[in-house]
């Protein structure tokens, strides 16, 4: 759920509770308390920030989606994968996630460089 509250953020730049319960309540049926709880958690942890615009809070986020993509990505490797990032690489391979024609592609970043998508 709070990947999905900062693709809002992600997508708007900047956005009310309502507006956020709003576009989750159609998505996810989270309801308005609910969205102002994970806000409100997600500001206290400094991932988003929030500014007050006459009676409501405006929400931003502090961290962009490439951040939050290597956090994730590295937790996922740490915790299924003990750390190994070619582990996860054979695994997509083998579970057939990794299409043969995105294997070209692969090779290619990889033989660019460091693989930063900069």
Known sequence: MQI????????RG???TAEVASILGQDRGLAHTTVATLL????KRGVVG???DG????????VDESAVRRSMVADLIGSLFS????ALV????EESEIA???LARIRQRLEQGDGDER
């Open 40 to 43: 409100t958690r997600l500001q």
């Open 83 to 86: 750390g190994d990032a070619n």
């Open 90 to 93: 054979a695994h997509l391979v």
């Open 14 to 16: 900047e956005a009310s």
């Open 100 to 102: 043969p024609d995105d």
């Open 55 to 62: 009676r409501q809070l405006l929400y931003r986020a502090l």
């Open 50 to 52: 929030q500014r007050r």
């Open 4 to 11: 999905a509250l900062m693709r809002v953020l992600w997508d």
